[in-house]
């Protein structure tokens, strides 16, 4: 069974990705009903479709099937867990599904929760950045019940274009996580190499020609190293965020007893950089910290 037209659909959270992902499901004829912390937010979203909700909890009460892509954990529990929150809100029945990247053992707790009360409930945090939420073609990892996750796999579908089912409550965070290491030392690397084009006398975009479609090749260089050539740093996903990730899978490796120095060494430079007042910028604001600027 899927999804059916004419389910009322929830979206919580519409900051620079879930903003995209509910313009993409507008796009397809659904009523999404909306609620961000600061209304203004939704102002583009209103007027193309989106139904303004004044509370997490009316917006639960409402709809049958609830994503959500807020900061950080904190909030997901907040959202989630509070007696005005989602899950003592929502109908029996009902679908939740958290696509923020946060800690595995948070969507586990929410989905024990949540099946006490007969709510089916997904993790399904994303990669892609802006550009891919904005064109529909982030890669979505679906931890959670499988049924559930085929039942939504439609509205996935709408934002994502790699969309994968990866295991029970708490896969989908745990996958993330192995996504934002893997870009950690991705970044570290875009960064370091064009700062080298530069200092050697290089012409940056024929060095990034030559490499991009190469062993060096990833969608950091691709994407995100023509912004740093432009002195672009706005925010396809924030640095805060990003600290905010790399210290979840820091947490989770530790449990597990797994060292990883690469990372360690990652998380030091991006704090660095947030200290200088780039905790706003985009991820590849990185750059800063090798042409030793002093601040955002």
Known sequence: MTVLKGTEIGFIGIGVMGKGMVRNLLRDGWKVHVYSRTKAKAKELLKEGGVWEESVAVLAARCSVIFSMVGFPKDVEEIYLADDGILNNAASGSYVIDMTTSQPQLAEKIAGMAEKKNIFSLDAPVSGGDIGARNGTLSIMVGGDCNAYEHILPLFQLMGKNIIYQGGAGAGQHTKMCNQIAIAA??????????????SGLDQRTVLASIESGAA??????????????????????VKHFIKDMTIALESAVAMGLDMPGLVKAKELYEKLAAMGCDEDGTQALYKMYRREDDC
């Open 186 to 199: 991705g970044m570290l690397g875009v960064c370091e190499a064009l700062a080298y084009a530069e200092r």
């Open 217 to 238: 090749g990833s969608w950091s260089l691709s994407n995100l190293g023509p912004r740093i050539m432009k002195g672009d740093f706005s925010p396809g996903f924030y």
